[in-house]
């Protein structure tokens, strides 16, 4: 492979000759030979973007070459547009703070400048990667205000995508209105509720968990750009910031802001904790519905089965006719997955000291590949699997007619100690509630018909004595 030799701080190493990142990069990569996995997408949009948004902001103060700062800018908009993505190499575990990845942005973009202006790659000297790139920046404002950007910027998608299963959870709902079943508590038979105002509580749950996650992410629009390396602003101006943002909320057209004390959001990721914290929440409502629908649909002659779930796929290779509950199994799965995320970011956000966070590439990784996975797996349960479930309306008839926990009904009517020995009388003699309260003696059949009644029981109702 032919090569450029290129020089660091450290001495003299060689590049790939086409490659559009340098020498820090490289030493990156020879550094970090650990999982394979790169920068995610959303994070190196939203540093290109910043990189863009201060060329921009240095060229309109005068402390840019106009000419420089609009070739920087144009290769911003290459690689915004999808260009040089292949050139953004290093492993996401790498130095703490997000050096190497501050530094692959600035070579590749101070290299395509060049290029543009006329510059050999890795020369450096119309456009260098931190004197121009880099200008009045630091790593630990820019990965900051990058891990923030990045969530915001696909956060819209998974808000949708949960609300929009939580619209069809709604609209189940509202089609099972009428249909009465038997309710379940400690996987033991309870008193009577509709089917729909089951998928209601499912509906609210995953509505009020995506109401909740976007609360928290209004403080991740508190950005620390200008803090450059300790939060003082030393290099940058206040001027310049100022219009750096300017241009961020121009170009995503978020409501950003500068952070009201910078030296808190430079410290700190508790704000991207909180936010993390709320993904974990949506995780586990989910995670409740799909864990309940697969309980609901077990069978089909065996389980459950008040549910039937669409057939999308054969369930055994080896049992035939077998369908399982697949998408619930996917949705779990994720849900899982978010949840150890984390544990991740939590660990990472309690573990900076003094004035930064050295786990900022492990938090804003399992971020965004918690809200990837978190966005496409709520999307594919409700194309696959809630809008197309149905009742299995035999089934549920046959458990509320046999359901001991209606004689609750009783209890205000004969007492609790009464309505318990024709519980228990049905249960051990096989019988109905209505032939074990008669053959009791502790209510009349016109009685026993008026007060045990499912369909008054999904109500509030008190049963008053004749």
Same mark, same amino acid.
């Given at each position: 492979m032919?090569?450029?030799? &290129?020089r660091?701080p450290l001495g003299?190493?060689?590049?790939p000759?086409d490659?559009?990142?340098g020498v820090q990069?490289?030493r990156?990569v020879?550094n %970090?030979?650990?999982?394979?996995?790169?920068a995610?997408?959303p994070?190196v949009?939203?540093?290109?973007?910043? !990189?863009?948004?201060c060329?921009?902001?240095?060229?309109?103060f005068?402390?840019?070459?106009p000419a420089?700062a609009?070739a920087?800018?144009?290769?911003?908009?290459?690689?915004l547009a999808g260009?040089?993505r292949? *050139?953004?190499?290093?492993?996401v575990?790498q130095?703490?703070?997000g050096?190497?990845?501050n530094?692959n942005?600035?070579?590749?973009l101070?290299n395509?400048?060049a290029e543009?202006l006329? &510059?050999a790659?890795g020369t450096?000297?119309?456009v260098?990667?931190?004197?121009?790139?880099?200008?009045? *920046?630091?790593?630990?404002d820019?990965?900051p205000?990058a891990?923030?950007?990045?969530?915001?910027l696909?956060?819209?998608d998974?808000?949708?995508?949960a609300?929009?299963?939580?619209g069809a959870l709604?609209a !189940?709902a509202?089609?099972?209105a009428?249909?009465l079943k038997?309710g379940r508590t400690?996987l *033991?038979?309870a008193?009577?509720l509709t089917?729909? =105002?089951g998928?209601?509580?499912y509906?609210?749950?995953?509505r009020?968990?995506?109401? &909740?996650?976007?609360?928290?992410?209004?403080?991740?629009? &508190?950005?620390?750009?200008g803090?450059t390396?300790?939060?003082?602003?030393?290099n940058a101006?206040d001027d310049?910031?100022?219009?750096?943002?300017t241009?961020?909320?121009?170009a995503?057209?978020l409501?950003?802001?500068p952070a009201r004390?910078?030296?808190r959001?430079?410290?700190s990721?508790?704000?991207v904790?909180t936010f993390?914290?709320g993904l974990?929440?949506?995780a586990v409502e989910?995670?409740?519905?799909?864990?309940d629908?697969r309980?609901?649909?077990?069978?089909?002659?065996a389980?459950i089965?008040?549910i =039937?779930?669409?057939?999308? =796929?054969p369930?055994?290779s080896?049992m035939?006719g077998?369908?399982n509950?697949? *998408?619930?199994?996917a949705?779990?799965?994720?849900a899982v997955?978010v949840?150890?995320?984390d544990v991740a970011?939590?660990?990472?956000?309690a573990?900076?000291?003094?004035?930064?966070?050295?786990?900022?590439p492990?938090?804003i %990784?399992?971020?965004?590949?918690?809200i990837?996975?978190?966005t496409?797996g709520?999307?594919n349960f409700?194309?696959?699997?809630?809008?197309g479930?149905?009742?299995?309306l035999?089934?549920?008839?046959e458990?509320?007619e046999?359901?001991?926990m209606?004689?609750?009904a009783?209890?205000p009517?004969?007492g609790?100690d009464?309505?318990s020995?024709?519980?228990h009388y049905?249960m051990d003699?096989d019988?109905?509630?209505?032939?074990?309260?008669l053959?009791l003696?502790f209510?009349?059949?016109?009685?026993?018909?008026?007060?045990?009644d499912?369909a008054?029981?999904?109500?509030?109702?008190?049963?008053?004595a004749?």
């Amino acid at each position: 492979m032919a090569t450029r030799l &290129e020089r660091d701080p450290l001495g003299e190493l060689q590049v790939p000759a086409d490659a559009y990142y340098g020498v820090q990069t490289q030493r990156a990569v020879e550094n %970090f030979p650990i999982s394979g996995l790169k920068a995610p997408a959303p994070l190196v949009t939203a540093t290109v973007l910043i !990189k863009q948004a201060c060329a921009r902001a240095n060229a309109s103060f005068e402390r840019l070459d106009p000419a420089v700062a609009g070739a920087i800018v144009q290769a911003a908009d290459e690689i915004l547009a999808g260009k040089l993505r292949d *050139q953004f190499i290093v492993d996401v575990y790498q130095a703490g703070a997000g050096t190497s990845h501050n530094m692959n942005t600035n070579e590749v973009l101070a290299n395509r400048a060049a290029e543009l202006l006329g &510059e050999a790659k890795g020369t450096y000297k119309r456009v260098h990667p931190n004197d121009h790139v880099n200008m009045g *920046q630091s790593t630990n404002d820019v990965f900051p205000t990058a891990t923030r950007l990045s969530i915001l910027l696909v956060l819209p998608d998974l808000l949708a995508s949960a609300n929009a299963l939580a619209g069809a959870l709604d609209a !189940k709902a509202k089609e099972f209105a009428r249909v009465l079943k038997t309710g379940r508590t400690h996987l *033991q038979d309870a008193v009577p509720l509709t089917l729909g =105002q089951g998928f209601s509580g499912y509906a609210a749950n995953v509505r009020h968990a995506t109401e &909740e996650l976007n609360h928290a992410s209004s403080c991740l629009h &508190e950005l620390n750009l200008g803090a450059t390396a300790v939060g003082t602003g030393l290099n940058a101006g206040d001027d310049v910031t100022q219009e750096s943002i300017t241009n961020l909320v121009r170009a995503t057209g978020l409501a950003l802001k500068p952070a009201r004390n910078r030296f808190r959001v430079t410290q700190s990721m508790g704000d991207v904790l909180t936010f993390s914290g709320g993904l974990r929440r949506l995780a586990v409502e989910v995670d409740k519905v799909a864990s309940d629908l697969r309980l609901l649909s077990s069978g089909p002659r065996a389980g459950i089965a008040e549910i =039937q779930l669409p057939a999308v =796929q054969p369930g055994s290779s080896i049992m035939p006719g077998k369908v399982n509950p697949t *998408q619930c199994e996917a949705l779990t799965m994720i849900a899982v997955q978010v949840m150890a995320n984390d544990v991740a970011v939590g660990f990472g956000g309690a573990s900076g000291y003094l004035e930064m966070n050295v786990y900022k590439p492990l938090m804003i %990784f399992n971020i965004t590949h918690s809200i990837t996975i978190m966005t496409d797996g709520c999307t594919n349960f409700r194309k696959f699997l809630v809008e197309g479930t149905k009742p299995n309306l035999k089934k549920i008839n046959e458990y509320v007619e046999r359901s001991l926990m209606l004689v609750t009904a009783l209890a205000p009517v004969i007492g609790y100690d009464k309505a318990s020995k024709i519980a228990h009388y049905a249960m051990d003699n096989d019988l109905t509630l209505k032939v074990a309260a008669l053959k009791l003696g502790f209510v009349t059949e016109e009685e026993f018909d008026r007060v045990v009644d499912p369909a008054k029981m999904v109500k509030p109702y008190v049963a008053a004595a004749k």
